[in-house]
């Protein structure tokens, strides 16, 4: 089993940046890759972003490249979202993921997630 624990959404204007992390805790970290899914009222949930287990590969969403970077850091067993120049559009839940499909882009493809944490972004 593994625990995943997100933290640091809240409420932003455009333009502006958040920092999400997702603390992991139980089986190993570094097994699994990570991502990022995000979901707005009435829509389905929705790749974000991916890292493999090392963190040598990324992945990201059209809608977010350019903008919103995924990292790892192993020794912390913590995921990081860095979301820069946001948009109302951005407004969601954001989930982290954990699975075993190096660079997978929907949901079913991870087998453990954490509880969310809300992003407003306010025009």
């Known amino acids: 089993q593994v625990q995943l624990v997100e933290s640091g959404g809240g409420l932003v204007q455009a333009g502006g940046s958040l920092r999400l992390s997702c603390a992991a805790s139980g089986r190993t970290f570094s097994s699994y890759a990570m991502g990022w899914f995000r979901q707005a009222p009435g829509k389905e949930r929705e790749f974000v972003a991916a890292?493999?287990?090392?963190?040598?590969?990324?992945y990201y969403a059209d809608s977010v490249k350019g903008r919103f970077t995924i990292s790892r850091d192993n020794a912390k067993n913590t995921v990081y979202l860095q979301m820069n120049s946001l948009k109302p559009e951005d407004t969601a839940v954001y989930y982290c993921?954990?699975?075993?499909?190096?660079?997978?882009?929907?949901?079913?493809?991870?087998?453990?997630w954490g509880q969310g944490t809300q992003v407003t972004v306010s025009s």
């Open positions: 890292i493999s287990w090392s963190g040598g590969s990324t």
């Open positions: 993921a954990a699975g075993v499909t190096l660079g997978g882009y929907r949901p079913y493809e991870y087998d453990y």
